[in-house]
């Protein structure tokens, strides 16, 4: 685990410095000094991007968690108002960035990181417009509004209008569509250690890909336990094998991949 982990933080390194020269041309050419220092700027202001556009989405993500009809008490008379879920999701993200997206004008960050965010409020919230009929159904049968079909739904439609991906993803998924590709995998690994510090991103820049890659764990909270908990192996009320979870253990990852040219 260790040795893995340290690859990831070499691999990371040596892209960084420009000499991860595997395939295509490296990022940082050494025959360029005076643009060097323009592009590691860049690549942090990257980095913070990636991490606030992973904090949005799973602010979002809280905020559907936090609003799932139960089994219990199935008929509940309204669904979340759009107004209602992007203020909530303005507040979660307030709380955790610093970054208040209702006033993005006065926000110290970058003028793409500002479109980017704006782009995936305006995302999570269509999406939660749509959804107004399916929330009012408890999460049943393979079916439901819950903060995993909430994310994918944003990341595809943000993907397809921004060129940045958002995906969400874990080591034993649950859709085979959120398998984790190889960096993911090491990162995963990683996040998996219970001695990880929380919260800490995982980010690499490669010459190959012309892009900044990070990975932003997710943990469990109460709610992520009524399907993601235990007893593991047993059906949850979706009709998948609960993994056993414990609070606040970490859950997966949000990936996030944002192209180095705009
Ligand atoms: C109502 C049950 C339910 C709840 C509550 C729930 N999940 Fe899930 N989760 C699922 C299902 C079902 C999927 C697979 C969805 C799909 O088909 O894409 C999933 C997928 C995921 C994934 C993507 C990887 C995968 O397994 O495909 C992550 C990460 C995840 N959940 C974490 C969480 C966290 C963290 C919480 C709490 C904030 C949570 N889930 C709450 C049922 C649930």
């Known amino acids: 685990m260790k040795v893995r982990r340290l690859r990831w933080i070499l691999l990371s390194l040596l892209a960084f410095a420009g000499v991860g020269r595997s395939g295509g041309d490296p990022i940082l050419a050494k025959d360029r000094p005076a643009e060097a220092g323009v592009a590691l700027q ?24 936090e609003h799932l009809p139960l089994v219990e008490a199935p008929n509940r008379a309204q669904p979340l108002s759009a107004d209602a879920f992007e203020r909530q999701m303005a507040d979660i993200f307030l709380s955790r960035s610093g970054i208040d997206v209702r ?31 399916e929330m009012l159904r408890p999460p049943a049968g393979g079916r439901g509004f819950i903060p995993a079909v909430f994310g994918a739904r944003t990341a ?47 980010s690499e820049v490669t010459a190959k890909s012309a892009a900044l890659r990070l990975m932003y764990p997710l943990y469990t ?29 970490n859950a997966g990852a949000i990936s996030v991949t944002i192209p180095l040219r705009p």
């Not at 034993?172 to 959120?178: C, I, S, W």
């Open 42 to 65: 860049q690549i942090l202001e990257l980095e913070t991007t990636a991490r606030l556009l992973a904090v949005l989405l799973d602010s979002g993500r809280a905020v559907v968690s």
């Open 103 to 133: 006033d993005l004008d006065h926000a110290k960050v970058s003028a793409r990181s500002k479109r980017l965010l704006r782009e995936l409020v305006t995302v999570s919230r269509e999406i939660v417009v749509e959804a107004q009929q």
């Open 156 to 202: 595809t439609r943000f993907s397809d209008r921004t060129g940045v991906r958002l995906k969400q993803t874990a080591l034993a998924p649950r859709n085979p569509a959120n398998a984790p590709d190889s960096s993911e995998k090491l990162a995963l690994e990683a996040f998996a250690d219970s001695d990880y510090p929380r919260e800490k991103v995982i």
């Open 221 to 249: 909270t109460r709610h992520c336990l009524d399907c993601h908990g235990e007893p593991k192996g047993e059906r949850d009320k979706m009709g998948y094998v609960r993994e056993g979870l414990k609070l606040g253990q």
